[in-house]
């Protein structure tokens, strides 16, 4: 019961997230702004740039795609980061 | 907060990106120790007297100790994706890295913060991959690991306070390293942008301070033998 809660909460708040996360700049880009330097930026091709799901074009399921996306890697990274520890330490 | 690519100076961007792979694999060691057994056993010798050899392999424990890293991490990475507006044109996330370490030790808690600025960096473009050293250092090792020190000095006293002041150094500790790296890297002027970065984050930490008490004692509740 509490496992199954404490998996769903982050799913949670990436609901929440893509219906109320602000869109602004956060405060570095913001002094990057304000500044001058923001187009310094080299932005690097990801697959999910901007918390974004690529060829969707709602902005909410993109998001959410793309946060339940980053969810699933993180938690596979662990279970495989725990299988080669797991091996290498036989 | 994360840095994207050409903010920095190459030599400082590179330098630092050495140097957090170097702690990675310091606290990644760390935290092996801990989930792992050692055992003696002795090994024939071609007649002669048997050898002892140490062999390491993981505790019973470790799978479930592996588990809620991973859990620590996805909230910390559903949290960080939660911009929310502190004035009129700007909003911020938290860092998330006190409550990794309280939870999770201080060795686990920077590989916890580390693994998600990675994730962030490789699949979302949040913050640039030269730069990843450096964000590494400012949330990893300033806005988890040495906040960590912070508030087991100051447990002893008073646990709000100690989460109060070890989150209050986190954020602040985190972005003044970091518009000391820009000033550096001579991207801005340390004095000029001082007031705008630090008035901006003492929201932020105020904000870091509530939710990473709040989400403590839900963890504790929900998993109530986490071990710290």
Same mark, same amino acid.
Do not use: R
């Given at each position: 019961?509490? !496992?199954?809660?404490?998996?769903?909460?982050?799913?949670?708040?990436?609901?929440?997230?893509?219906?109320?996360?602000?869109?602004?700049?956060?405060?570095?880009?913001?002094?990057?702004?304000?500044?001058?330097?923001?187009?310094? %930026?080299?932005?690097?091709?990801?697959?999910?740039?901007?918390?974004?799901?690529?060829?969707? !074009?709602?902005?909410?399921?993109?998001?959410?795609?793309?946060?339940?996306?980053?969810?699933?890697?993180?938690?596979?990274?662990?279970?495989?980061?725990?299988?080669?520890?797991?091996?290498?330490?036989? | 907060?994360?840095?994207?690519?050409?903010?920095?100076?190459?030599?400082?961007?590179?330098?630092?990106?050495?140097?957090?792979?170097?702690?990675?694999?310091?606290?990644?060691?760390?935290?092996?120790?801990?989930?792992?057994?050692?055992?003696?056993?002795?090994?024939?010798?071609?007649?002669?007297?048997?050898?002892?050899?140490?062999?390491?392999?993981?505790?019973?424990?470790?799978?479930?100790?592996?588990?809620?890293?991973?859990?620590?991490?996805?909230?910390?990475?559903?949290?960080?994706?939660?911009?929310?507006?502190?004035?009129?044109?700007?909003?911020?996330?938290?860092?998330?890295?006190?409550?990794?370490?309280?939870?999770?030790?201080?060795?686990?808690?920077?590989?916890?913060?580390?693994?998600?600025?990675?994730?962030?960096?490789?699949?979302?473009?949040?913050?640039?991959?030269?730069?990843?050293?450096?964000?590494?250092?400012?949330?990893?090792?300033?806005?988890?690991?040495?906040?960590?020190?912070?508030?087991?000095?100051?447990?002893?006293?008073?646990?709000?306070?100690?989460?109060? %002041?070890?989150?209050?150094?986190?954020?602040?500790?985190?972005?003044?390293?970091?518009?000391?790296?820009?000033?550096?890297?001579?991207?801005?002027?340390?004095?000029?942008?001082?007031?705008?970065?630090?008035?901006?984050?003492?929201?932020?930490?105020?904000?870091?301070?509530?939710?990473?008490?709040?989400?403590?004692?839900?963890?504790?509740?929900?998993?109530?033998?986490?071990?710290?």
């Amino acid at each position: 019961m509490n !496992k199954k809660i404490i998996f769903i909460l982050p799913g949670l708040i990436i609901i929440f997230a893509s219906f109320f996360a602000s869109k602004q700049p956060d405060v570095l880009e913001t002094l990057a702004i304000n500044y001058g330097f923001a187009d310094k %930026t080299k932005e690097n091709l990801s697959l999910f740039s901007g918390y974004s799901f690529p060829f969707i !074009k709602n902005s909410f399921i993109s998001t959410l795609l793309a946060g339940f996306t980053g969810l699933l890697i993180i938690y596979i990274l662990f279970k495989l980061t725990k299988k080669a520890t797991s091996y290498f330490t036989k | 907060m994360h840095i994207q690519d050409g903010f920095l100076n190459n030599n400082l961007a590179g330098s630092m990106f050495a140097g957090a792979v170097c702690m990675f694999g310091y606290c990644f060691g760390k935290m092996l120790k801990t989930v792992s057994v050692v055992s003696e056993n002795l090994v024939t010798n071609h007649g002669n007297t048997p050898i002892k050899q140490n062999i390491v392999f993981l505790s019973k424990k470790s799978k479930q100790n592996f588990q809620e890293l991973a859990l620590i991490a996805t909230w910390i990475f559903a949290f960080q994706m939660f911009n929310v507006p502190i004035q009129s044109a700007t909003s911020a996330h938290i860092i998330g890295g006190v409550f990794a370490a309280i939870l999770a030790g201080p060795f686990a808690g920077f590989i916890i913060m580390s693994s998600v600025l990675i994730v962030q960096a490789l699949f979302f473009s949040d913050g640039g991959l030269l730069a990843l050293g450096a964000n590494i250092f400012n949330m990893a090792l300033v806005g988890s690991f040495i906040s960590y020190y912070i508030y087991k000095n100051i447990k002893k006293t008073n646990y709000v306070l100690a989460v109060f %002041t070890a989150c209050f150094f986190s954020v602040m500790g985190a972005s003044l390293s970091c518009l000391a790296e820009l000033a550096f890297s001579n991207t801005i002027i340390f004095s000029k942008a001082f007031k705008d970065m630090t008035t901006m984050h003492l929201i932020v930490s105020l904000l870091e301070s509530i939710i990473t008490l709040i989400l403590i004692k839900l963890f504790k509740n929900l998993n109530g033998d986490i071990n710290e």
